[in-house]
């Protein structure tokens, strides 16, 4: 096994850690696992395969916006394209 050293704000927020943990990078890749010595032998996870993101219509995203904004031109914009998806 090897070894890495860490200090400072790392440590800080490793020590709070409970549970294995995933480490991401700040775009978000998966760069390793942590597991406290408290909770004993690391094991990897089993199977971490990211989940491809679900797929949404252009309806579907229309409609979300159409919750979500409350800007009533807009929401007119918004109804009328999906009225015209609906033909």
């Known amino acids: ?7 400072g704000q790392v440590v800080g927020k ?3 850690l409970e549970d294995m943990t995933e480490l991401q990078d700040t775009q978000g890749i998966i760069i ?5 010595a408290s909770v004993g032998i690391p094991r990897p996870p ?8 679900r ?11 159409l919750k979500t904004t ?13 009225a015209r998806m609906e033909e």
């Open 1 to 7: 096994m090897n070894t890495l050293v860490v200090g």
């Open 14 to 16: 490793l020590k709070g």
């Open 70 to 82: 409350n800007d009533e031109n807009r929401r007119k914009e918004l109804r009328e394209m999906i």
């Open 55 to 65: 797929a949404s219509s252009a309806k579907e995203v229309f409609e979300h916006l």
């Open 46 to 53: 089993s199977s971490r395969r990211p989940r491809p993101p």
């Open 32 to 36: 390793g696992y942590f597991t406290p």
